[in-house]
């Protein structure tokens, strides 16, 4: 069964850090490009950072570059989002996307809350 899971989400306090993981099973990740989403309430899902599937270059929305580190550990089939210096307009359910030609998952989701 194709699965994309995130985790790490949590509630933080602005300028702290978290780490988001995407962990896929019944796919290799490698040959997808991977994507971070977000989606805060009563807003659009929007794009927050990719890495591509060839050459491991990376983009970045410019709300969070700078901020924001996207990875891959291929011997976990894992993708990672490391989010430091999180402010309070950061709180969104992040979701994970792989996308290969016309194959295109989603994880669930995790719930990040950035708040004092």
């Known amino acids: 069964q194709l699965k994309l899971v995130e985790s790490g989400g949590g509630l933080v306090q602005p300028g702290g850090s978290l780490r988001l993981s995407c962990a896929a099973s019944g796919l290799t990740l490698d040959s997808y490009v991977i994507g971070w989403f977000r989606q805060a309430p009563g807003k659009e899902r929007e794009g927050v950072s990719c890495?591509?599937?060839?050459?491991?270059?990376?983009y970045y929305a410019d709300s969070v570059k700078g901020r924001f580190t996207i990875s891959r550990d291929k011997t976990k089939n894992t993708v990672y989002l490391q989010m430091n210096n999180l402010k309070p307009e950061d709180t969104a359910v992040y979701y994970c996307?792989?996308?290969?030609?016309?194959?295109?998952?989603w994880g669930q989701g995790t719930q990040v809350t950035v708040s004092s």
């Open positions: 890495i591509s599937s060839s050459d491991g270059s990376s």
């Open positions: 996307n792989a996308n290969y030609g016309k194959n295109n998952y």
